[in-house]
């Protein structure tokens, strides 16, 4: 899908709590693959073997370029992005909450690569026949990219949950303690439901939810691994920032994340 | 789990042949054709495949063939 008369090509077509939705979805992607590229930029230099380290390197620029384009489409919104991506504090995150805090193990990595990962690109995947052509557009190249990611997530899910008890117990506990946010990140059920009707996605927080759950469950299950349970609370939800807790990332993540050691070297 | 070497092999258009651009260690070939995608990412590649390289039977030789794992102390093309 490329171009169509029905396409919006300016957000300015929309709705105002419309186009306010649309952009606090692309904002919290952008937000999310920002941090996840850090997270898996951790683990560059001290994954198990050479080239899941390669790996690790590779997908975690996907997910810095994938941000750097969300972030641009902002402009249209009639955000900066050179703002948005480096003069924020933590609070300003948007970023899902798994990702809050640094990924201490190999098993923690492969979760989140496993889990988080699929989550965005459940997200992403709902755009790809989006109304707004610019979205539409640079979705695409992204769900590509993260084929590759997925692949690299189930494979070593299987390798982790099949291997020895430690390991498996490991990797339960880690998708234990990251289930919750993934599962909250999609919203309360009848989120997006206005941005469905305009065509902008093609499902809302209940319909987004289940398609995760089709996906991440078989990947976990054949995996030895048992897919957590638990009853989903939205009492505290920011809509706007797609948290619960308002607190963002560690402020290391974000320094990283705005670059501020790379701004004490720029010269006017 | 054990580990094999899969072998890589890659084209750039559709009309050239495949040719053999490298190998990685993966524990299962889900595995490795992620790890040869993103090792071998130097060009827009049309095509890449991966196999076990204990799948290929040597035809004029007695030694495995893309021995490119060999000790980095032998003879190249021996």
């Known amino acids: ?157 299987r390798r982790l949950g099949t291997a020895s008890d430690a390991a498996r117990a490991a990797t339960q506990s880690a998708l234990e303690e990251r289930w919750p946010a993934v599962i909250h990140w999609f919203g309360p059920d009848e989120l997006g439901a206005g941005m469905k009707a305009a065509g902008l996605i093609d499902a809302t927080g209940a319909e987004l939810r289940n398609r995760f759950f089709q996906r991440a469950r078989p990947t976990i299950e054949t995996s030895g691994l048992k897919t957590p349970r638990l009853d989903l609370d939205f009492s505290v939800w920011n809509t706007s920032r797609r948290r619960s807790n308002p607190d963002g990332p560690d402020p290391e993540a974000v320094a990283r994340a705005r670059g501020d050691r790379n701004r004490a070297f720029l010269m006017d | 789990m054990t580990e094999r070497i899969y072998v890589v092999f890659a084209r750039k258009n559709r009309e050239d042949p495949l040719h053999h651009v490298g190998s990685v260690h993966a524990s299962d070939p889900e595995l490795a054709k992620v790890y040869a995608w993103k090792t071998y990412d130097e060009e827009r590649w049309f095509e890449m495949v991966v196999a076990p390289q204990d799948s290929f039977h040597p035809v004029n030789r007695s030694e495995i063939p893309f021995s490119i794992h060999r000790d980095p102390g032998s003879a190249e093309g021996a």
């Open chain 1, 1 to 157: 899908m490329t171009e169509s008369a029905a396409d919006l090509r300016s957000p300015d077509q929309l709705a105002a709590d419309t186009r306010q939705e649309l952009r606090d979805l692309i904002l919290a992607l952008a937000d999310s693959k920002r941090i996840l590229g850090i997270r898996y930029a951790d683990w560059v230099l001290g994954a198990p073997e050479l080239e899941a380290n390669i790996a690790a390197s590779s997908i975690s620029q996907d997910e810095w370029g994938h941000s750097r384009i969300l972030y641009a489409l902002l402009k249209d919104f009639g955000d900066d992005p050179q703002k948005l991506e480096h003069e924020r504090q933590a609070a300003d995150y948007c970023s899902i909450e798994a990702l809050d805090r640094p990924l201490g193990t190999w098993p923690e990595f492969v979760v989140v690569n496993a889990v988080v990962d699929t989550a965005l690109s459940v997200q992403l995947n709902a755009l790809a026949a989006s109304s707004y052509a610019p979205l539409r557009q640079r979705v695409q190249k992204q769900l590509e990219e993260e084929r590759f990611h997925a692949g690299h997530g189930a494979a070593w899910l």
